[in-house]
């Protein structure tokens, strides 16, 4: 099992990144940060957490290596080549992306981290920032159980939903189950508050009475009072919900499936992207209806 005295590398301190940083330093672990911009790690660093120049100086002197980054392509950038992590971790250590990734990228990490010695999982989650600030993330984890066991310690300082899905590449599959769900969800949840104002109810009434039955979801508790409110801050970026839906379907499509209300949230989100709103909240979905 893991214990306090090993150190955390943590690259990628985002609207969650950030938050869960936070909370591991909190709970007793060491912390070294690296992120592109280091003036958005300036909370933690207040705290105590050590900066590292690099992502090789922070791989090499790290025990366990967490990246939360944006796109595969940030991925594959920390992870490979001879500045990368696996050139300059140590044998033994621990490296789990939770950025939401393509399964075939999270199997080729651990199959490159597994010549090194490394151990390797695919650990993305869910919960936005709520779930990030308050440790009660949804952790969707592939890999090998010994691994899994040993930083199950871990894992419980920022999630509570913690589950072991299968061998690499299950945790990403997983959060694409996770995500296909959303991107329909979200479009039900702008649908019914749209008509709830058309039919001149109180939509906050209504959300309050509907939430607790059949129709709760995440989406209708958490983000449905954000899009009543207009406030449309990122829990979660509209760029980083398109980057996710792209992997879901084309994963989809490689497994030979069809997903046609995946298909309609990507095609809407994708508008609100190219109308300027790339770097708002999901929630902010409700735009398009409401102007529609």
Aim: with cysteine; hydrophobic share 40%.
């Amino acid at each position: 099992m893991l214990t306090k005295d090993k150190t955390i590398g943590f690259i990628g301190t985002g609207v969650m990144g950030k938050s869960m940083a936070k909370n591991l330093y909190q709970s007793g672990y060491a912390i070294n940060i690296y992120t592109r911009t280091k003036e958005k790690a300036n909370e933690l660093f207040e705290l105590g957490a050590a900066w590292k120049s690099s992502v090789a100086e922070l791989a090499s002197s790290s025990d366990v290596i967490i990246t939360m980054v944006g796109y595969p392509s940030d991925v594959e950038e920390v992870y490979f080549g001879e500045n990368g992590i696996l050139e300059n971790a140590k044998a033994g250590s621990f490296v789990i992306d939770m950025t939401t990734s393509k399964p075939s990228l999270a199997k080729t990490i651990y199959q490159k981290a597994q010549e090194k010695q490394i151990h390797a999982l695919d650990a993305p989650v869910s919960g936005g920032d709520i779930g990030a600030k308050s440790g009660k993330l949804s952790i969707m984890v592939g890999g090998d159980e010994g691994a899994f066991s040993e930083l199950l310690p871990l894992f419980e300082v920022i999630g509570e939903n913690i589950m072991l899905q299968g061998e690499a590449g299950a945790g990403q599959y997983t959060k694409m189950v996770n995500q296909i769900t959303i991107a329909t969800t979200m479009i039900g949840v702008c649908e019914a508050i749209v008509y709830a104002k058309k039919a001149g109810l109180n939509p906050e009434r209504v959300l309050e009475n509907i939430s607790s039955g059949a129709a709760g979801s995440f989406s209708l508790s958490k983000l449905g009072p954000r899009m009543l409110a207009g406030d449309f801050a990122p829990g979660f970026y509209i760029k980083h919900f398109i980057k996710d839906m792209t992997i879901a379907l084309e994963s989809a499509e490689e497994l030979g499936i069809e997903t046609p209300g995946l298909s309609l949230s990507l095609k809407l989100y994708k508008e609100l992207a190219e109308n300027g709103e790339e770097d708002s909240g999901t929630q902010a979905l409700i735009k398009w209806f409401e102007q529609s």
